[in-house]
Each structure stands twice: as structure tokens, then as C-alpha cells.
């Protein structure tokens, strides 16, 4: 009886608490948490695993999605303030998506597409795209091609290596890494081909930079006139190299670095990671490395680097002028949130770096965070949004893209 | 606060309160709940790093061993995977994943069967223990 009554109660205390946390998703703001004069609202939802997007010049946003089964790309119409969902074509899973030169670029994990816009800026024809780039490698492992374009007709592509730090036997404890790893001859980089040439494969390209582990976040920066990435960081250290590492470095080890890259630059790995508390390049455990070596001065060094594991999916340079002058030509950083961090997850949220001269000038901050519904992230599922994909709108705002409920947020700026 | 504090204080009792019943309806034997125990550190020291704390697994990446097929079906398969590895990306309940399980021959037969004990008691999964004999069993068969 007694037992009853108490079962009574806490019906009626979770009913007042779920109703609570109900009013509050229903508010116009979902949750996040901004700087003074941002706002946030979502344009839309349930779209599925919303990867990368991109605005047409009339405002409607195209979103790829992984995983679909009834289409990889969906095209967000603009109804001015709002939104209007239109049916999904593409029968592929995959990452990138990018404009172009009146075309509509996207990637499977094999291949990058495209599509003639019109003149609404919108796909004609969706059941007949161009293919541009076919027989990428894809294992699994790192396999989504994100792809991004500089001002000369180029389209860069990258290529994720399908191992964790090339070795004999990928994530198993102790094992050594292998010789000239012949991973890098056709992954672990990132590709430049042709914008407009059909049906290119790795003969028609060039490996443009190497090293990269991989690179779900790319942007070409308009102010240098250089390619940045975000590279995904190697896993496990302790896990592997429990001699060498404890738990707690592990979680903190190595950086997620931003790379400026020129042609034929080598980031390293796998033969090193960066070590953002030393702020030295670290030769890995699989080669030799005890946590304090440092590797080879031909290897270039990050333009910026953040705490480990946390998973930079998209990153933006902001040229709109909506934001106040600090955010002019910085750089947005979604970050994904990490699954190999204990005792607790990180990431989550969107980062923002300021850049003066084409080079970060100050610290990386926290601009948008809130998306996981909970301060408190010990298994990665139970974050109920994940940062994926960036984009500016046509009037200056920023869009976040979520992979797990297929949440698109709208965050403006209100003088 | 109160409120919330007294929220999280009934619901403790009630979770409580509800895992005594369960456990005590099950009758499960003491050696598969020391089994249980001792799997639960193999897990937290090999498995947690990609299956997660909660077993859900990593969206895309890891799958979860929250009754799959696999993880409440057939014992020898279940100890192959651990034996052998894992990289067939194959459908898991409806989905892929992309990241590979690497071989954990290293660890002890019990090692191996109290870990899937543990696992196949937890999460909200119910199965029969894995006991050192079958996996020792499985071992000769792979030589």
C-alpha cells in the first residue's frame, strides 16, 4: 500500500516535469544558449541525418542527407520568413553539398555529382545528374567526401583515410604502425579536380595536401585565397598505448587541428599527432613516439587547434554582414561532439575563432551550444542534436544542420 | 529544487524497488551474477571506449548491443565476433557502421564469457550466461 502511494506520487511529479520540459521545447527558441543579441529558431525538422548544406542565391537551402531511403538531397524552398519542404531526389547516402557555377554539387561516399540550376536556382532535372568525380575509395571508415571550390574552377574533395593511425591491425592494442603507410596513395588527403569536367578519378586528379586523417570540415577562405580544413583527429591513444597514456590524456589527446594548406602539403599523419598542451607536433605511439618526441619540421603546423575528440564536421569563413565586425571573416566551427572521451563527451556546439589578416587572432570560443538537450554527455546517444553542417543565408544569418533528428537552426544577430 | 530533489530521490527508490523485483523473479544463479560483476570491468576497460557507458554505441559509427539479434542469439557467433573481429559492416537491426572492431583473442576464455554475460544481462538485455567452457571451445576451433 504503502509502496502504492509512493508510485502515486511520482507519477505526478514526472507528469509536472514532463509537462514543464514540453512548454519549453515548444518556446521559439530550441535551447541553445548564444552571445548577447543572437537569436536562434528552427526552420526545420525530422528531415533525417542532415549532413552538409548550401544556399542557392535565392535563399532556399539544399541539405544532404545520409542514409535516406526516400532521397539524399532535399531542397528547403524560401517563402521569405519561412520554409517549404519539397520532395527529395537522389538515391545516394553522403556528406557534401556545394553550389557552383550554376550547378548543384554533391557527394555519395564514392562519388561527386551535379545538377543544372535553372533560372530559379533550382534543379530541373533531378533523376539525371552529371557525375564528376566516380571510384573514390570507400571502406567505411572516414569515408564521407566533403567537397568545397576555390575562384579558379576547382573542386577539392576529401578523401578520409579508413584507419585510425595506419596500423598493422587498425585499433588493435599495441599494434605497430605500417611502414610508409600506403594508405596516403589514395586516401588520407585531400583531392583537386576539375570543376567541370565529367566522370574524373584519381589518374585526373591531384593529391592537393596529405596527411589528413580526416577532413569532414573545409572551407575555402576568399580573404587568403587557401583551402582551411578541420581535421578529425587520431582515437584511442590509451586505449592502444596504455603504457604511454592515461585515461585523462587520452580524453584530452590529440588536437582537432584547423590546417591552412598549400599545394603538396603534409599534415602527418599518421606518424604524428598535435599535442595542444605542449603546442608541439608529437611523433605517434605506432611509430616510436612516448608522448614527448617530437617529429620532423617538414610537416606543417596547425593554424589553430582545439580540445581532442570533438569532432569538427563543418567549418564556414563569415562574410556576411549581419554579425557585429568581430565575426567579419572568422571562422564557424560545428563540432559534432566526441564518442571516445571519458569520463564525459564534449563538443556539441559551434565554435567560433576570430581572424585578423587571414590568421586566427584570439582564442577559439563557444558561440552556440545547447544542442544536446543536456550539460552532460556520458554516451554519446543521449545527445539529442549534433552540429553537422554550416551555412550563411543570404541575409547574413547562420544555419547548423543535425544529424540525429535532421534539425535545420536559423541564429540571427538583432542590433 | 526541492521539487526536482525529491523527483530524483523517489525515482531512485522506485528503480531500486524495481531492479530487486526483477532480479529476484529471474532467479539468476550466483555464478552468473559474479560473472555479470566481472564482465562489467572487462567491458569498462575494452568495450566502453566505442560501445558506449549505456551500450546505445555511436550513431553511424559503433552499433549499440541493446538486443540485436546478435547479442541475444546464438552463443558461438557471439564469441566468434569477439574472437575474430568484426568488419563486415553488415545491417545491425536496420543500420550499418562504419568503424571496425578489432580482434579481442587477447583476452582469457573468462574474460570473454563474462563479458558477454555482462552484456547479454544489461542494457535492458535478458539472455543466457556465456560460460569459459564455450568459449575455450570456439578458440580451438579458429586454430
Not at chain 1, 88 to 98: P, Q, R
Request: aromatic share 10%; proline share 4%.
Amino acid at each position: 500500500m504503502k509502496s502504492l502511494k509512493i508510485l502515486k506520487t511520482f507519477i505526478l511529479l514526472s507528469t509536472v516535469l514532463l509537462a514543464h520540459s514540453y512548454v519549453n521545447a515548444q518556446q521559439a527558441s530550441p535551447g541553445l544558449t548564444l552571445p548577447a543579441g543572437f537569436k536562434a529558431s528552427v526552420v526545420a525538422d525530422k528531415l533525417g541525418k542532415a549532413r552538409h548544406i548550401a544556399f542557392n542565391s535565392k535563399g532556399d537551402l539544399f541539405v544532404k542527407l545520409d542514409r535516406s531511403k526516400n532521397g539524399g538531397i532535399v531542397m528547403l524552398k524560401s517563402n521569405g520568413n519561412s520554409f517549404e519542404q519539397t520532395p527529395a531526389f537522389g538515391n545516394y547516402s553522403g556528406t557534401g553539398i556545394a553550389i557552383h557555377d550554376g550547378y548543384l554539387y554533391a557527394s555519395s561516399n564514392k562519388e561527386v555529382f551535379r545538377y543544372k540550376l535553372n533560372d530559379q536556382q533550382q534543379v530541373s532535372d533531378p533523376s539525371k545528374p552529371e557525375t564528376v568525380v566516380t571510384g573514390l575509395i570507400d571502406r567505411g571508415q572516414h569515408n564521407s567526401k566533403s567537397i568545397a571550390f576555390d575562384n579558379d574552377d576547382n573542386l577539392y574533395v576529401n578523401i578520409g583515410a579508413y584507419s585510425n593511425s595506419c596500423q598493422q591491425k587498425d585499433r588493435q592494442k599495441g599494434s605497430m604502425g605500417r611502414e610508409g603507410c600506403p594508405i596516403l596513395d589514395s586516401a588520407g588527403g585531400i583531392w583537386q579536380f576539375k570543376a567541370d569536367k565529367l566522370n574524373q578519378t584519381y589518374g585526373d586528379g591531384t593529391r592537393y595536401a596529405t596527411g589528413l586523417r580526416n577532413v569532414v570540415g573545409l572551407d575555402w577562405n576568399k580573404q587568403t585565397n587557401t583551402l582551411f580544413v578541420m581535421q578529425h583527429g587520431r582515437d584511442q591513444l590509451h586505449d592502444l598505448f596504455p603504457d604511454l597514456y592515461t585515461e585523462q590524456q587520452s580524453a584530452e589527446l590529440p588536437a582537432e587541428c584547423m590546417y591552412e594548406l598549400k599545394k603538396d602539403d603534409n599534415a602527418g599523419w599518421p606518424y604524428l599527432y598535435y599535442d595542444q598542451l605542449q603546442k608541439k607536433k608529437i611523433v605517434a605511439p605506432e611509430y616510436g613516439g612516448d608522448g614527448k618526441k617530437e617529429a620532423d619540421n617538414k610537416y606543417i603546423d596547425p593554424a589553430a587547434a582545439f580540445p581532442g575528440h570533438m569532432a569538427p564536421n563543418a567549418l564556414l569563413f563569415y562574410t556576411g554582414s549581419q554579425f557585429p565586425e568581430k565575426y567579419k571573416n572568422g571562422a564557424f566551427i560545428a563540432f559534432h561532439g566526441s564518442w571516445n572521451r571519458s569520463p564525459q563527451q564534449e563538443g556539441y556546439f559551434v565554435a567560433f575563432v576570430p581572424f585578423k589578416d587571414g590568421k586566427p587572432a584570439g582564442d577559439w570560443e563557444i558561440f552556440a551550444k545547447g544542442f544536446a538537450g543536456t550539460d552532460k554527455v556520458v554516451s554519446t546517444n543521449e545527445a539529442q542534436h549534433r552540429p553537422c553542417g554550416l551555412a550563411q543565408g543570404p541575409d547574413g544569418s547562420l544555419y547548423v544542420s543535425d544529424d540525429v533528428k535532421g534539425t535545420i537552426y536559423k541564429i540571427s544577430y538583432q542590433k | 529544487m526541492r521539487f526536482f530533489l525529491a523527483f530524483v530521490f523517489l525515482s531512485t527508490c522506485f528503480s531500486i524497488n524495481a531492479q530487486t523485483k526483477k532480479a529476484s523473479t529471474a532467479k539468476t544463479s550466483v555464478t552468473a551474477v559474479s560473472s555479470i560483476a566481472a564482465g562489467k570491468a572487462v567491458y569498462t576497460q575494452y568495450c566502453v571506449t566505442c560501445h558506449q557507458a549505456n551500450g546505445g554505441g555511436v550513431p553511424n559509427l559503433n552499433p549499440p548491443l541493446i538486443k540485436t539479434s546478435q547479442v541475444l542469439g546464438e552463443k558461438t557467433k557471439l564469441i566468434n565476433i569477439l574472437l575474430k573481429g568484426l568488419d563486415t559492416h553488415e545491417e545491425i537491426n536496420g543500420d550499418t557502421y562504419e568503424n571496425v572492431m578489432p580482434s579481442q583473442s587477447f583476452l582469457t576464455d573468462k574474460q570473454i564469457a563474462d563479458v558477454l554475460t555482462y552484456v547479454r544481462n544489461s542494457f535492458g538485455n535478458k539472455a543466457s550466461a556465456v560460460v569459459a567452457a564455450d568459449v575455450k571451445t570456439a578458440r580451438a576451433k579458429i586454430k
